[in-house]
């Protein structure tokens, strides 16, 4: 309630201050109404998500300057302009920011923009795709920005509260379809839309404090509107309440492919999701993202249809053939970098994203295949270290986005960090060993508040792969090195010479920063070891537990009953044998020669500079480690969503209570169920009584000194069943007379019940 | 009010009519006093429910919208006795009720019986007598018998009064006590006629007037049984109840209320509107019928037709149960 007396004195000030600059009364009174509170709320929540698109591209001080600027000039020509005219002057507005926004649209891209497309992006958008994924994303928002604004200001303060609520309410709509609006932006929004309309009608009503379960019931409807609504855009990866479960890292990174949220707590999946069949082991990538907005990653730009060969990286590049066999289905073509083919079924449905990564048309079904050619980028360190800062195009500026809120203390610790190295590799290599070395390895976080990088440097003390690449990312472009934070799978268990099993608990996430004339290079900043360890505790623990999915033929050599300790896998860890992948000779000719960039592939012990364990030997005397994973049972839930559940049950009691749903219920059955009772007299006057609850429904209430004949009486004016009039007569004669029969009595009863039942039809023709 | 009473109707004078007999003998006779009085078809039938509720009817009304006719058609469509009789100041109780005259021949007091001793008695402008003269003959009313010279005397079976009140010139009158008010049945205004009615009217009255070729349509005998029939309705726990809810709500909300007496003559009045509505048990419907014309006058409210106005207020607010 205290929105509501703060509505009221927030409503009264700007009164004042209207007052104060000498406005009419009618101003005046236009303004003193608290729905206008409601319309600044609803407002509010649009521009917030506005603001935040320019906060991560840029541009957010203009947008105050815009949002205020129309917000003002609203409330100047809102006095005298007529309701047609700021109709005119807000499509205008909307008109006339296209137009800025196709302008600022490169040439190239512009060529693109057909009636078809145009379409096909509108639809695209409402449908999910995040506002922030537009190329121009920054101009979009200023130029969209003015129209609701001034719309909404002028028409509440015309006091068309109602046309001022739909303007706002269908800015944010589209902002919740995008799924840019959170819960709380929506919920905020919400409530000040219901707050506009509310105040405005219970002022005419009279009274606040009359209304309060009203209040009750319409604050919860909101919670739960708001919370349907921002689950509708994002699927699985949208929570429904605040208090999200806990999600596998392979649902997080991997399957919501168009961006990545980072989480609290995670689980590892230790599901088997493809077989790959290939000569080396790689990184399976599903993804790379390139705006970062502080707590999400996002993909720019809509994926173009596969139509044939790709391009490889720039440079000198080996080709590599993977076929890969999905286990369960799939809805992301992981594939080492640079991909440039792919052929199967699949082919036909792919997409190439603007980042150059291949993307699932249709998904892949469970057992079905796809063959993928890539070119894996040949490199020495000496090249990168040489490879200079010379971008192609627009690249050096788009992988070295930040949000303009990104605090001063990431900018600081990134020199700290690597300032001092003088070319882009070295730079890397500073931060992915300075991340290695401070920063834990766990699946159990709290969900970072703010800047997920800030909190990660400064807050916390362990992280998951998420974490450990955004960070890195984050530093990375804070040195001005075009880097970018990308999802897939680490290359799983090799169970043959060539071929390798990928679990949902090989999703992981790492950094690629692009090197002019090598293209982009892989960097792990996540510690490995730890990370290995948990994985195949979490699998050994599956195996025990007997969960299904988790072995395919190939990798389940013993039978469950033979492994009953929870270190049983030695036998199946290839790996140490397997060691004779190419990749760590002293040439440097494959991507994993300088170490940091494949700590998560390096074969046992052979590992390049660093000395580190293997990635896929399961830690033998680790068993402990990934147990925290799997506790994930019922804890108790936070208070925030012990505040939401409290508020939804006040409403639904209120709400109860404002409909008497018990009675309602009780009447519903009443009315259609009678049960035969001592005396016939009593059976027509129950018979009656429900008739006269029929009527009350379908056309009035008795009144008061309304006999029962003059009520029938009055009713068959307009086309009362001739039936009722008979119950009538039976129940003066069964309550005023001398009695009736039994017949007579039966007789009463199935016209009513006919009359009950009639009604459903008599209701569906008349719409009523 | 089974088939053996009807039957052996002609034994004693102590059965009554089956309902719809006394319903049918209702309407043959409002139907006779219709050829002679144009318009007044509720008019009839409040005074055909004081007959046979055995009640007294108040006219309150302008003179010469036809009052005396109503009263004499009723009257003659009866077969009754009727007698009529003019108030003015110099009224004395006895010549309303009658004197006994000392007889030369037989030597003898003689008792010569009053205008009251008739079916159907109309008095007219019963404010102008005084009021002794009104009690003898509000007495006579309630007890239908009149006491002359210490000898009690008992009216004719049946006996109405219809009494009239002119309201315009107030000079020279003798206002009604509410005690005395209370003693008729009802109290009704006749209202002058539509347009329709009064052209009919005089169309009726060139050449004979027509209540000189007005033949009986009822014998005395019958009217007796369907009285008896009226008295034999039924009147259910709920009526009663509403009967008595609504007189409480008169009570609450005017500075006199209906009196239990005011109740009983609804009641009355109730069970007569049921036996023209063919019924032999009353419904609320009958109470609402009678209401207004029965309790109206028996509430003091405020100034003129506000008794009315609280006993509609009644009927729109006591609920029907």
Redesign the interface.
Same mark, same amino acid.
């Given at each position: 309630m205290s929105g509501a007396s703060g509505g009221r004195g927030g409503g009264l000030g700007d009164g004042e201050a209207t007052d104060a600059g000498g406005a009419t009364g009618a101003r005046w009174k236009g303004v003193r109404h608290p729905g206008m509170v409601g319309i600044a709320l609803l407002t509010f929540s649009y521009v917030s998500v506005l603001y935040h698109v320019t906060d991560v591209v840029g541009g957010s001080a203009t947008m105050a300057v815009v949002v205020a600027g129309s917000a003002v000039a609203a409330a100047a020509l809102g006095r005298f302009m007529r309701i047609r005219t700021a109709l005119f002057v807000g499509g205008a507005l909307v008109i006339g920011g296209m137009g800025v926004y196709v302008l600022s649209v490169p040439a190239s891209s512009r060529a693109l923009f057909t009636v078809g497309r145009v379409v096909a992006d509108t639809v695209a958008l409402l449908t999910g795709l995040s506002v922030l994924r537009l190329t121009n994303a920054g101009v979009w928002a200023l130029a969209i920005a003015p129209a609701p604004v001034f719309l909404s200001v002028c028409l509440a303060l015309r006091g068309r509260y109602g046309w001022a609520v739909a303007v706002g309410g269908g800015a944010l709509l589209f902002f919740i379809l995008t799924g840019d609006a959170d819960s709380a932006t929506t919920l905020v929004g919400v409530i000040g839309a219901a707050a506009a309309v509310g105040f405005e009608t219970m002022n005419v009503r009279g009274g606040v404090a009359a209304e309060l379960d009203t209040l009750a019931v319409v604050v919860a409807a909101m919670i739960v509107l708001s919370a349907v609504l921002s689950v509708v855009p994002g699927g699985a990866a949208e929570p429904l309440l605040p208090d999200r479960g806990v999600g596998t890292v392979e649902s997080n990174v991997v399957s919501s492919s168009e961006e990545v949220t980072v989480v609290g707590s995670i689980r590892l999946s230790p599901k088997v999701r493809f077989t790959v069949e290939s000569d080396d082991p790689e990184y399976w990538q599903t993804g790379a993202y390139n705006r970062y907005t502080g707590s999400q990653w996002v993909r720019t730009d809509t994926a173009r249809p596969y139509q044939g060969r790709l391009d490889g990286p720039p440079g000198e590049s080996r080709p590599l053939v993977q076929t890969v066999t999905a286990r369960t289905e799939m809805d992301a073509l992981p594939a080492a970098w640079k991909p440039v083919a792919v052929d199967g079924r699949t082919a036909d449905t792919a997409k190439v994203t603007r980042q150059g990564g291949l993307v699932a048309g249709d998904a892949v079904l469970a057992n079905e295949s796809y063959t993928v050619r890539s070119e894996v980028a040949q490199y020495t360190e000496e090249q990168l270290r040489r490879s200079g800062t010379d971008y192609p195009g627009t690249l050096g500026e788009d992988y070295t986005q930040l949000p303009d809120s990104t605090p001063d203390r990431v900018r600081d610790r990134a020199a700290e960090v690597a300032g001092d190295e003088e070319n882009a590799y070295d730079k890397a290599v500073a931060i992915e060993e300075y991340l290695e070395s401070n920063k834990g390895y766990t699946l159990n976080v709290e969900e970072p508040d703010g800047d997920v990088a800030d909190e990660f440097l400064f807050e916390m003390d362990a992280g998951y792969c998420t974490y450990f690449a955004t960070t890195m990312v984050v530093m990375l472009r804070a040195e001005g090195v075009p880097a970018r934070f990308v999802t897939g799978y680490t290359p799983g268990e090799r169970v043959g010479e060539n071929e390798w099993v990928v679990r949902g608990l090989n999703a992981h996430a790492w950094v690629e920063v692009y090197f002019p004339d090598v293209g982009w290079v892989r960097f792990d900043p996540t510690p490995s070891d730890p990370r290995v360890s948990t994985e195949s505790a979490r699998l050994d623990q599956a195996r025990q537990d007997g969960e299904p999915g988790v072995d395919t033929n190939e990798t389940r050599r013993d039978d469950d009953s033979e492994t009953p300790t929870p270190t049983p896998t030695e036998t199946e860890t290839p790996d140490p044998d397997e060691t004779p992948t190419p990749d760590d000779g002293d040439d440097g000719t494959p991507n994993g020669s300088d170490g940091n960039a494949s700590d998560g592939i390096d074969p046992n012990g052979t590992g390049g500079s660093d000395v580190r364990t293997p990635a896929f030997t399961p830690a033998p005397n680790d068993g402990g480690g990934g147990d925290p994973p799997a506790d994930d049972g019922p804890s108790l839930p936070s208070r925030e969503t012990l505040g939401v559940w409290l508020a939804l049950l006040v409403g639904l009691v209120a709400g109860a209570r404002r409909v008497d749903a018990a009675e309602r219920a009780y009447r519903f059955f009443w009315l259609r169920h009678q049960r035969r009772r001592e005396t016939p007299e009593r059976d027509v006057e129950r018979a009656y009584a429900r008739l006269e609850r029929l009527l009350e429904k379908r056309y009035r209430p008795r009144?008061? !000194?309304?006999?029962? /004949?003059?009520y029938l009486r009055a009713l068959s004016n307009v086309g009362l069943d001739p039936r009722a009039e008979r119950v009538g007569r039976a129940y003066? /004669?069964a /309550?005023? !007379? /001398?009695g009736v029969t039994r017949e007579e009595a039966e007789t009463a009863i199935d016209d009513v019940d006919a009359l009950v039942r009639s009604r459903g039809r008599d209701g569906a023709r008349t719409g009523r | 009010m089974t088939d053996a009473e009807t039957t052996d109707a002609g034994i004693s004078g102590r059965t009554a009519l089956p309902v719809a007999e006394a319903a049918t003998l209702a309407r043959r006779i409002a139907e006779n006093v219709e050829r002679v009085i144009v318009g007044q078809r509720d008019a009839i039938e409040h005074i055909l429910i004081a007959i046979l509720s055995r009640g007294h009817l108040l006219l309150d009304d302008v003179p010469g919208v036809g009052k005396t006719m109503l009263a004499r058609a009723t009257a003659r469509s009866l077969d009754c006795s009727f007698k009529r009789v003019q108030f003015t100041p110099d009224l004395l109780p006895s010549d309303v009720t009658g004197v006994n005259v000392f007889n030369q021949k037989t030597r003898e007091f003689e008792f010569q019986p009053g205008p009251v001793f008739a079916n159907v008695v109309l008095g007219d402008e019963i404010n102008r007598a005084p009021p002794k003269t009104q009690s003898a003959l509000l007495e006579a009313m309630e007890e239908t018998q009149v006491t002359v010279d210490g000898e009690t005397r008992p009216l004719p079976d049946p006996f109405t009064v219809i009494a009239t009140q002119n309201d315009i010139e107030t000079g020279r009158t003798y206002e009604l006590p509410m005690a005395e008010i209370d003693r008729f049945m009802k109290k009704l205004h006749l209202g002058y006629p539509d347009e329709a009615s009064e052209t009919e009217m005089l169309g009726r009255v060139v050449g004979n007037h027509p209540i000189e070729s007005l033949e009986p349509v009822a014998a005395v005998e019958d009217l007796r049984k369907a009285q008896r029939t009226v008295a034999a309705v $039924?009147v259910?726990q @709920?009526?009663r109840s509403y009967v008595t809810r609504l007189a409480g709500y008169t009570r609450d909300h005017a500075e006199l209320g209906v009196s239990p007496r005011g109740s009983i003559a609804l009641l009355r009045a109730s069970q007569a509107r049921a036996v023209l509505d063919e019924? $032999?048990? *009353?419904? @609320?419907?009958d109470v609402?019928a009678e209401a207004t014309t029965v309790l109206s006058h028996r509430v003091l409210a405020g100034g003129a037709g506000a008794g009315r106005t609280v006993v509609e207020d009644?009927?729109?607010? *006591? @609920? *029907?149960e």
């Open positions: 009144k008061p !000194g309304e006999t029962p /004949r003059a003066e /004669r /309550r005023y !007379g /001398r | $039924e259910s @709920p009526v019924r $032999e048990y *009353v419904i @609320p419907d609402q009644a009927l729109d607010s *006591v @609920p *029907v």
